[in-house]
């Protein structure tokens, strides 16, 4: 049943196996909500980077590009949502800075209370779970509706890189340049650097590079593949160039990497 497929994971156990798991650029396939109840760092979604803090609610949507600081200091629970779970949940990303005290308990008691279910066997579980994860949904609409959304502003910017973001976790591994992106934006690469700077601290090149390390380095991480492949895989056209790049951004050949991570 498709309840039993929520899963919640503590924010401080995402950075198993290296803080690059959360701190390199990625996306999932299924919808995500991460609830920060400690700590405090920098946040990169969709292209737009702001600042987090102690309650604050992140909702990423499936195959959005982001990454985020990650320290001893920081903890909360991520919830990973199925797909097809028939809830009413956005469609963009949301950043909301929950001050009110009861919204703040609310939500980690809805949390708490899909944490318990998913490890208990009680009767009616998956319906209590499905039930749970319908008011988080209901808690999100709500809190979107009374709170300031960092991710909300429409202007021209934001709008501009958002969609280069939407490009890139599409065609990453493609081989397209940032000339080639900015030409199916309608822009100059110029242009599309400087507004991606403006939002994310990053040029439009490091932005995609960073997109198609992180790649490598799960590749290299979690599979077998032969560093040749994973150069192809990620949209580089020499494994010679791949390696050169790789080892400048992450400061060890893939190799050496690959050998670095636990197995």
Request: hydrophobic share 40%; with cysteine.
């Amino acid at each position: 049943m498709i309840a039993t497929q929520f899963r919640l994971t503590p924010i401080h156990r995402l950075a198993q196996g290296g803080r690059w798991r959360v701190e390199a650029m990625r996306s999932y396939a299924t919808d995500q909500l991460l609830w920060f109840t400690r700590g405090q760092g920098r946040i990169t979604v969709g292209g737009v980077t702001r600042g987090y803090g102690a309650h604050n609610a992140v909702f990423i949507p499936a195959n959005t590009m982001h990454s985020f600081d990650m320290t001893a200091q920081v903890f909360g629970t991520a919830l990973y949502f199925p797909k097809d779970n028939g809830l009413v949940l956005p469609d963009a990303a949301h950043h909301l800075r929950i001050r009110d005290a009861h919204a703040q308990s609310e939500l980690t008691v809805l949390l708490e209370t899909l944490q318990r279910e998913s490890e208990g066997t009680l009767p009616a579980r998956d319906r209590l779970m499905l039930h749970t994860a319908g008011l988080i949904s209901v808690w999100l609409e709500r809190q979107r509706a009374l709170n300031e959304d960092s991710l909300a502003s429409t202007d021209a910017a934001r709008r501009l890189v958002r969609t280069y973001s939407a490009l890139v976790e599409t065609n990453y591994h493609s081989g397209m340049s940032v000339s080639d992106y900015a030409d199916r934006l309608g822009v100059t690469p110029t242009h599309l650097t400087r507004v991606c700077k403006s939002t994310c601290g990053s040029t439009a090149s490091d932005y995609l590079t960073d997109r198609k390390i992180a790649e490598a380095r799960r590749l290299l991480a979690d599979t077998n593949r032969p560093v040749k492949d994973i150069a192809a895989d990620v949209g580089f056209g020499s494994a010679a160039y791949f390696t050169r790049m790789f080892q400048n951004r992450t400061g060890a050949a893939p190799v050496a990497f690959r050998r670095s991570e636990p197995q």
